[in-house]
């Protein structure tokens, strides 16, 4: 199986019937995915039904995939994240096509960074707090009056994207001069930080905003591509902020 750093990971939260999954390692190992992970599926896991509709070798796929229970933990090591949605939703965030998402993730590929795709559960879609994770979303120009798709076809769309443009998205530099991009985890660390420390502040009011308000700041930090100086640099900011108050 293809080296799993030169692929992105495909990430599918919440998914709710085995035989979607299932379908989906199946489209994966088409085009040589493997790294496939979940986050809280419906009906648990190890899902025989899942196994069932993958037959054959697509069933390796499903035997390594990671299963998770938040999406926040199944991108911690990422370092781009795309969440695919029909809706640009009210998060601010740059909105690709496939083709243009997957040219994006060959150059940070390249780059040596690891890339992550979300895919929403079947009948509702991801979530606004799980896309305010992720750092851009993936919009598929389909039938505006029909713009659901199933979960394997999305999967499969994107993987074939992918590997359509096989040698013809050459290395990149981002011109960040060899700094290193902040990962998932360490972004959700300094939101952490910074929630926690609002908290305190009493920033988060009136409480029936309190959610959408963290949201937003959530989608904020992913939206930046900050690198792991400027994340250290940011919770130097707060603490130095914090000592002189204190």
């Not at 695919?84 to 690709?96: F, M, N, V």
């Not at 890339?115 to 009948?123: A, Q, S, T, Y």
Request: hydrophobic share 45%; charged share 25%; glycine share 6%.
């Amino acid at each position: 199986m293809t080296d799993l750093i030169r692929n992105p990971v495909f990430v599918l939260v919440r998914p709710q019937m085995g035989e979607n999954i299932g379908s989906a390692a199946r489209a994966m190992l088409n085009f040589s995915f493997n790294a496939l992970r979940l986050v809280a599926p419906r009906d648990g896991w190890p899902n025989p039904k899942a196994v069932a509709t993958a037959s054959g070798a697509a069933h390796h796929v499903l035997d390594y995939a990671g299963v998770f229970d938040d999406t926040a933990r199944a991108i911690e090591d990422c370092d781009f994240v795309f969440a695919t949605t029909a809706r640009g939703r009210e998060l601010t965030k740059p909105i690709y096509t496939p083709e243009a998402a997957m040219t994006e993730a060959r150059t940070r590929i390249a780059a040596g960074q690891k890339v992550g795709i979300l895919f929403g559960p079947e009948r509702t879609g991801l979530e606004n707090d799980d896309i305010a994770r992720a750092n851009a979303i993936i919009t598929i120009p389909v039938n505006p009056e029909f713009f659901s798709l199933n979960l394997a076809q999305a999967v499969l769309l994107m993987a074939y994207e992918f590997s359509r443009q096989e040698g013809s998205a050459l290395p990149v530099d981002p011109g960040l001069a060899g700094a290193e991009i902040a990962s998932a985890i360490e972004i959700e660390k300094l939101g952490d930080h910074y929630e926690a420390e609002l908290e305190t502040a009493g920033f988060f009011f009136p409480p029936n905003k309190a959610a959408l308000m963290r949201r937003n700041l959530r989608n904020m930090w992913s939206r930046f591509g900050l690198t792991r100086a400027d994340v250290q640099t940011l919770h130097g900011l707060l603490r130095q902020v914090l000592r002189r108050r204190d």
